[in-house]
């Protein structure tokens, strides 16, 4: 079975400008999650998406923003990037909401904000 | 809200070495807790987990005893080897009051662990 894949790897953009990450679930599972992990911050919760509908969110500005299809597959979107927004985004995908089993990680895309 | 604690790391040990990461919680619920495990240049792995009070998740040498009284999951390994080097991540995951099974995964900051040859 094919894991988490995040696409892209690596992003390099600059400030004011706009960036959709991209995310696909294991087979199966209708639940995405995703983190913005940071050196100074670690893993803080930005939102999940369960059958196409966003379950929970994290404490973050609106300019944080996400969607699912109907394949599970899950784009974020961060508008106006600032420096700070600098991080390893990561997607997580669980075959139940919120994943109170498991949740299983892509490898993540590192955005740089110069 | 809920909230996860970890030790600070970084933690450097020599190989076959004693580990012990200490983890205690927050909950407003009955958890199920986890570790995590981060390789460099890669997403985060589920290591083991508890979901109920006296649980014990054990994997790859690793365990971890789901404490109630002291809120705590500490993470032991009893011979440590260099590839265990990596970032752990203790976490809860937590029903959110109204949203039937919904639940959410809180993680700690991580604990950064070298072990020299």
């Known amino acids: 079975k094919a894991g988490v894949t995040q696409t892209p790897r690596y992003l390099i953009k600059t400030r004011g400008q706009q960036v959709t990450l991209s995310c696909s679930p294991i087979?199966?599972?209708?639940?995405v999650s995703w983190y913005q992990q940071t050196p100074g911050q670690g893993l803080q919760f930005l939102f999940e998406?369960?059958?196409?509908?966003?379950?929970n969110k994290g404490n973050f500005p609106g300019r944080f923003s996400g969607r699912q299809f109907s394949n599970s597959r899950s784009e974020m979107n961060v508008s106006t990037l600032e420096l700070g927004d600098s991080a390893l985004y990561l997607c997580a995908s669980s075959s139940d909401p919120g994943g109170y089993n498991e949740q299983f990680f892509g490898p993540g895309t590192r955005l740089t904000v110069l | 809200g809920n909230s996860v604690t970890q030790m600070e790391g970084p933690v450097t040990l020599s190989e076959e070495a004693f580990l012990t990461i200490n983890c205690t919680y927050t909950?407003?619920?009955?958890?199920?807790l986890f570790w995590y495990v981060q390789y460099p240049g890669e997403g985060l792995q589920l290591l083991l987990k508890a979901t109920k009070a006296d649980d014990k998740g054990s994997n790859k040498g690793f365990e971890a005893t789901y404490r109630k009284e002291t809120t705590s999951f500490h993470l032991e390994k009893g011979s440590v080897q260099v590839s265990d080097s990596a970032v752990y991540f203790c976490a809860l995951s937590d029903q959110l009051s109204g949203f039937g099974s919904n639940y959410k995964l809180t993680f700690g900051k991580g604990t950064l662990l070298t072990v020299n040859p």
């Open positions: 087979s199966g599972h209708r639940s």
């Open positions: 998406y369960f059958s196409e509908t966003q379950r």
């Open positions: 909950a407003t619920g009955y958890p199920s």
